[in-house]
């Protein structure tokens, strides 16, 4: 049984371009957050999808949008990307509100 | 938001049992605490979580004392294996379903021979 699932694993990319990172969850799990790790830092919650929709959305501009597909897998696109995006960025899936969060192992962004 | 403190690092000898405290003072009544282990360049891991008095699993035990403003997270005997960012949080329940996990920065431990 796969757990969460993240691509690519690395990826650079410039000012001003756009980014989408993918996020399959594990078997069996409905829901999808979205979290940016800066360096040093503990993860920031972007936001988190339930049922193809976004459901609670954290502190993060405009820029950061996501989707959620019917087979549960997920994508977050950036756009506009500026140098303080670079960032791991985390997914995580759980099978409901109250359940522990399986995580990826990530996307490390670098943005030059 | 329940914000929460816990020390920023913590330093440890193989086989000893390690606590760590967290305060988290604003709790809601249906907030519940968990916490997490990192290993560099790999998401969280769930290690425990608990609402209130005492939690154990195979890996760590969790106390929460009755005002549940703060949590020790134990972990026996602790490994090299064990060294490793933990991080305490806060599980907020949202109006209109879902959760939030707010993460701080974590306790770095240090496991040493």
């Known amino acids: 049984d796969a757990g969460v699932t993240q691509s690519p694993t690395h990826l650079i990319k410039t000012r001003g371009q756009q980014v989408t990172l993918r996020c399959s969850p594990k078997s069996g799990h409905d829901t999808v957050s979205w979290y940016q790790q800066a360096l040093g830092q503990g993860p920031q919650f972007i936001f988190q999808?339930?049922?193809?929709?976004?459901?609670q959305r954290g502190n993060f501009p405009d820029r950061f949008s996501g989707h959620q597909f019917p087979n549960y897998s997920s994508e977050l696109n950036v756009n506009a990307l500026l140098l303080g995006d670079s960032a791991l960025y985390l997914c995580?899936?759980?099978?409901?509100?109250?359940?522990?969060?399986?995580f990826g192992s990530g996307t490390q962004l670098s943005v030059l | 938001l329940a914000k929460t403190t816990q020390p920023i690092s913590m330093d440890s000898y193989e086989g000893q049992e390690v606590n760590i405290t967290c305060s988290h003072n604003?709790?809601?009544?249906?907030?519940?605490i968990t916490w997490y282990q990192q290993f560099p360049s790999q998401g969280p891991r769930f290690i425990i979580q608990g609402y209130k008095t005492k939690v154990t699993n195979e890996v760590a035990s969790l106390f929460i004392p009755a005002d549940r403003k703060s949590s020790t997270l134990s972990l026996p005997r602790v490994s090299l294996s064990d060294t490793a960012v933990y991080y305490c949080?806060?599980?907020?329940?949202?109006?209109?379903?879902?959760?939030?996990?707010?993460f701080g920065t974590g306790t770095q431990l240090k496991v040493e021979l």
């Open positions: 949080l806060v599980v907020i329940i949202l109006t209109g379903g879902g959760n939030k996990l707010t």
């Open positions: 995580a899936s759980s099978r409901d509100t109250n359940e522990k969060l399986f």
């Open positions: 999808y339930y049922e193809e929709e976004e459901r």
């Open positions: 604003n709790i809601a009544t249906n907030d519940y």
